[in-house]
């Protein structure tokens, strides 16, 4: 960063090359993989990065300042849906697909999609960060701006939920008592 | 110990060591784990494979080449300290502010202020105030008429308090005063009678 500070552009190019798929990924997951937002947002984001380097405390976790960054973004624009139209995207899972227990992996993708979709925002973050960026719980916290209890309720949650949710396509009779056990016992 | 979801997350039931086999069996099954194993496998594969264009990419360098912060704004007096003259300039100024100075103080006339002149008027007024005052006056009579008959029965210090009449050997002799008649009789005067009468009666 005080490379880039310096206006070193090679410094940038790797930076983006580190970051760039990572985050663009990010806004793809939770942009409700509308891939024009995600793109525009990590422009947006790399362009913060570009103008405003001072922005960034070197005391802090860089990966973790640039998802705070981008949680900023989504927040944003999770206010703007809000006072907008529904999402289109964003509507319960197809409970109506049955699908056979040995079901293709890309519809079973697709009812995970849905499954998550159907989260509220901070758990859907929570989430996706946890299980899909593969952060920890602290870094969630540091993240989210809040207490590292509150990720774990909230990561909980958001399995539970999505548990309950696949729990047709599982064809398990049992699936949310078992994820019920093992995630208050052991996350 | 990891806790089992984040296991799952990360290794079937067939790749977790004996120990680990064992802490999940002790709170699940194998089948119940596996699914939880898939679960978030796939949620952790799910989308990604998603890639930024290219043209993303070159955008971003591009701004990054072409990009010139504009200078912070500093306060004003750190960039009026941050000005630079020449020596001459400054010691020119400083000689010229002198010069002023001294010529002001030999130029400027003597400014006798007058003393103010103060003038007092003072003014009377008078102010009437009128206050009526109402008086009432009640006034009683006594009367030494006697008592009617059935008032007699009265206090006697009330009777005492009536006047007694008089009696007839306190009024000193009066003499009637004899009538003689003077003048003529009105009958005996026509013309007067004629006055005092209607013509016809």
Redesign the interface.
């Given at each position: 960063m005080q490379a880039i500070a310096r206006r070193d552009e090679q410094a940038f190019a790797e930076l983006y090359e580190r970051y760039g798929r990572q985050m663009y990924r990010f806004f793809y997951r939770m942009l409700w993989r509308d891939a024009g937002r995600a793109e525009d947002f990590t422009q947006e984001l790399f362009i913060k990065i570009i103008e405003r380097p001072e922005a960034y405390d070197p005391a802090r976790s860089f990966v973790t300042w640039l998802y705070t960054l981008s949680h900023n973004l989504c927040k944003n624009e999770y206010r703007r849906q809000a006072r907008s139209v529904l999402h289109l995207s964003r509507v319960q899972p197809d409970r109506e697909t049955d699908l056979p227990e040995n079901a293709d992996q890309e519809l079973l993708e697709k009812q995970l999609r849905a499954a998550i979709d159907a989260l509220p925002d901070v758990h859907r973050l929570c989430f996706i960060l946890r299980y899909q960026e593969e952060r920890s719980l602290q870094e969630i916290a540091e993240i989210m701006a809040c207490p590292e209890g509150t990720v774990k309720s909230r990561v909980h949650y958001a399995v539970q939920k999505i548990a309950a949710d696949m729990q047709h396509v599982w064809g398990a009779q049992n699936q949310s008592e078992l994820y019920k056990n093992l995630i208050i016992k052991y996350l | 110990m990891k806790?089992?979801?984040t296991l799952?997350?990360e290794k079937s039931f067939a790749e977790l060591d004996t120990r680990e086999r064992e802490m999940v069996l002790s709170?699940?099954t194998e089948?119940?784990y596996e699914?939880?194993h898939r679960?978030?496998r796939?949620?952790?594969s799910?989308?990604?494979r998603?890639?930024?264009?290219h043209a993303?990419?070159a955008?971003?360098?591009q701004?990054?080449?072409e990009?010139r912060?504009t200078p912070a704004k500093q306060p004003f007096l750190r960039r009026l300290s941050a000005i630079r003259v020449p020596a001459w300039q400054a010691a020119a100024a400083v000689l010229f502010a002198l010069a002023i100075g001294q010529w002001r103080k030999t130029e400027a006339p003597d400014v006798v202020v007058p003393a103010p002149l103060v003038q007092t008027i003072v003014r009377t007024d008078t102010v009437f105030l009128e206050k009526i005052k109402w008086k009432e006056r009640i006034v009683f009579r006594k009367s030494a008429s006697p008592m009617p008959a059935g008032q007699e029965n009265i206090s006697p210090g009330f009777a005492a308090e009536i006047p007694q009449p008089v009696p007839a050997t306190h009024f000193l002799p009066t003499s009637t005063p004899e009538y003689s008649a003077s003048g003529t009789p009105i009958g005996e005067q026509p013309e007067l009678l004629q006055f005092f009468t209607q013509p016809g009666q």
């Open positions: - | 806790e089992i979801a799952a997350a709170v699940t089948a119940d699914q939880m679960l978030l796939n949620a952790a799910l989308d990604a998603a890639a930024p264009p993303l990419a955008r971003l360098h701004h990054m080449a990009y912060p």
